[in-house]
Structure formats: C-alpha cells, structure tokens
C-alpha cells in the first residue's frame, strides 16, 4: 500500500489521479500546508523541499521501501513501476517527457503565481498579477495548439496529462475562460468523464 502525502492542490491531485488510473492501492496521508505541517521534521525526511506531494511506496525497485517527492518524479516512478502511461515507443516517449516538463517548469509555477497575486492586497499586484496571467493565458495557447493535432498530449494518453490536468483543474481559479481554449476545454471534459479521473480528484486529500 503506497502512502501518499498530499493536499487538495493542483500537485496533490496529479498523483491522485495517477494512482487511482494505473489501480495502486494507496492511503492519504493528509499535509495541511495551511498549518505548516510541510515543515515538520518526519514530513521532511521524505520530502526535503517541505512541499507536497509526496509518497512512499514499501516496495521498492529493489524491494525495500523509497519515498519519492517531487509530483513529476513520482509520475515518472509510478509510470515505470505499473509500465503505464509512459509511452514504450520511443518518438511518444519523448513527446510524453516533453510534455511533463513543459507542465513542471512552467504550467504549474505560472498559474501557481496568479493565485499567489490573486491574494495580494490590490495596490500592490497589478504588475504581478499581469505578468502572470498573460503567461498563464500563453501556457493555455500553447496547450490549445498542440491538442487540436493530438487528442492527448503525447498521442495516447499518459501521465503527462495528468499532470496538467491537475491544473487546468483550478482554470477558473487563475482566471481563465475555457470556452477560450476549445481545444484544451475538449481534453478537459474527456478525462473529466473518466470514472479514474473521477474518483482521483474525489478522495479526500484534507
Ligand atoms: N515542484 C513541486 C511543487 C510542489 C508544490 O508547490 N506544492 C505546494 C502545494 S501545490 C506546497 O506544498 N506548498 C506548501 C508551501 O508552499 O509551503 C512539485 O511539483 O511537486
């Protein structure tokens, strides 16, 4: 039984959504980063940038137990340990790696910092706010493209939509229109219908 370490956030819910698609049994290990709990010491040895999520699994690679932080790595190491949603075809494999790290350096940190500037008191957002969205609005043109050629981002469908998932997930929260992005609303709405998706983003993580 995998433990996952997580809350209800774009990042907590990627790995959610992952377990419950590749059928890992796993138990959550709620991290109320309202309170701090991200810092406390037995946290931090599993997850050294005292952010969610995190997981330990009790069988290794090599049969002992390893923690993993990081939501892309765990993508990564859960994909290689089931053997699912990361492409073996080399050319979609690529795509597949692509496209994750396109979501963990910037369709993530993006939209992260509009709701960071979303909370701040309004004389001093304006310039932040902007910046933000207009990247975060870029990011989803980005995605827009790529989707009217593919229906999933790597070709089939793989872990890096589920990490983006996790965060178009909370598109109205950064304040973005999908009807803007028909392309991305499509994607959205098919592995929203999932019943995996479903029960990924309905287990409680608080
Ligand atoms: N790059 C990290 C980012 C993780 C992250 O930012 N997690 C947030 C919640 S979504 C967190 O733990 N925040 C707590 C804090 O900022 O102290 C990942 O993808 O795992």
């Keep these: ?4 370490y997580a809350w209800n956030t774009p990042n907590g819910r990627k790995i959610s959504v992952a377990l419950e698609e590749m059928a ?22 599993i997850s050294p940038n005292n952010r969610i999520p995190a997981i330990v699994d ?10 993993v932080f990081e939501s892309g790595a765990i993508l990564l190491y859960l994909a290689e340990k089931t053997g699912r949603f990361l492409p073996e ?10 496209w994750l790290m396109w979501q963990m350096g ?21 310039y932040g706010l902007t910046r933000y969205l207009n990247e975060t609005r870029r990011l989803y043109g980005v ?23 996790g965060w178009v997930w ?13 392309m991305v609303e499509r994607w959205y709405r098919d592995l929203m219908d999932r019943p995996a998706v479903a029960r990924g983003f309905a287990v409680p993580l608080s």
């Design 106 to 126: 910037g369709f993530g940190p993006m939209p992260g910092q509009v709701h960071h500037f979303l909370g701040v008191a309004e004389k001093d957002r304006a």
């Design 89 to 98: 075809d080399r050319r979609t494999r690529v795509a597949a790696l692509e």
């Design 1 to 4: 039984m995998i433990d996952l």
């Design 24 to 45: 890992l049994p796993y138990r959550v290990k709620p991290v109320d980063i309202t309170q701090g709990q991200q810092h406390e010491p037995d946290f931090l040895a």
């Design 143 to 165: 995605l827009d493209r790529r989707l009217a050629q593919v229906a999933y981002v790597a070709g089939p469908l793989s872990i890096a939509d589920f990490a983006i998932l």
């Design 58 to 67: 009790p069988e290794g690679p090599d049969g002992a137990a390893i923690s």
């Design 170 to 182: 909370r598109h109205e929260r950064h304040q973005v229109d999908l009807a803007n992005y028909p």
